[in-house]
């Protein structure tokens, strides 16, 4: 009895320890703030990705034609996995300090006092019941550490990759806007010179529009203006075809860029930490699939007979 009271005060002990003590350490922010810090670097870089994906989207419509249509309806559909990435982000921020405190406040504790309760009745479920509790809430503390420490693996033999698909980005997009700022500009001065030149050759038109059509049926002066007409259409043309095949390799590489950046990022965020969590899965598994023999450290009557003997001798 006098052992069973010992047993007791050290697992009512363990108890408050794991509540007061390691429960607050390991649910306090300021003891994951290497974790912290990673997570928030790669939420920056989410949100980042995620302005220069909307923004590259809307300057290559500006591309003229429907050439680069689909590379921006691509690059503004990626936002829906910058989402998912930035959710799962905060999901394990969150993580940190509430599996620390459900494992050291909640079921390590649970465990522990069941061990207490089979102390003074033996139920050998009681021990198995315990030891499952323990383990998982060990497993679940650890899972979302292990998952950030893997990610900031990868991600640093990537960043360098990162920082030059956002620089990329911010340089074509850079390009995309002053390409057709200036081919806007170059458009309304066309245009207001075309139209000068209309007004201009409707009044000589006017003028001598009867002294042509008696002379020669305005038939030369036709023939001229349409094939200058097909000539200045014929080199605006070519000029810009190959602008815009230009800009549009441009969009071609960002999307590229973009789309390799949230490969990453997805299997980071989202695949390694499911991973993770089903390795220690796994591992409760295995560790709990051992058939633990707690019958002969419950079983009164071999005690009863060893300390018969000791009392006797």
Not at 151 to 157: G, N, P, Q, R, V
Request: charged content about 20%; some cysteine.
């Amino acid at each position: 009895m006098k052992k069973k009271i010992i047993i007791t005060i050290t697992l009512v002990c363990m108890i408050l320890c794991s509540f007061f003590v390691v429960g607050n350490i390991a649910s306090n922010p300021q003891n994951h703030q290497k974790a912290i810090k990673y997570l928030d670097q790669k939420k920056a870089n989410v949100l980042k990705l995620t302005a220069l994906s909307t923004a590259s989207s809307t300057a290559i419509t500006m591309i003229p034609g429907d050439t680069a249509t689909p590379i921006a309806t691509k690059l503004a559909d990626l936002t829906s996995w910058f989402l998912l990435i930035l959710c799962t982000i905060f999901l394990e921020k969150y993580l940190l300090t509430i599996t620390g405190y459900a494992a050291f406040k909640i079921l390590i504790p649970i465990a522990l006092l069941l061990v207490i309760i089979r102390i003074y009745w033996p139920k050998d479920i009681l021990v198995k019941l315990a030891l499952k509790l323990g383990l998982f809430g060990l497993f679940l503390f650890a899972t979302v550490p292990a998952s950030v420490f893997v990610s900031d693996l990868i991600e640093k033999t990537y960043q360098v990759t990162l920082d030059a698909t956002m620089k990329d980005a911010e340089q074509t997009n850079e390009t995309i806007k002053q390409e057709t700022q200036t081919d806007d500009s170059k458009k309304a001065a066309d245009d207001q010179n075309n139209k000068d030149g209309q007004t201009q050759a409707n009044s000589e038109q006017k003028n001598q529009s009867i002294w042509n059509s008696i002379v020669n049926g305005g038939k030369e002066v036709l023939d001229d203006t349409k094939q200058s007409a097909q000539d200045i259409v014929s080199d605006i043309t070519s000029f810009g075809s190959k602008k815009i095949e230009e800009l549009t390799n441009k969009a071609e590489k960002t999307l590229n860029n973009f789309i390799e950046a949230t490969a990453v990022m997805v299997i980071t965020s989202c695949i390694f930490p499911l991973l993770v969590v089903l390795f220690f899965f796994w591992l409760m598994k295995v560790f709990l699939g051992i058939n633990i023999d707690v019958s002969k450290f419950t079983k009164p009557g071999k005690k009863g007979t060893k300390m018969a003997v000791v009392e006797e001798k």
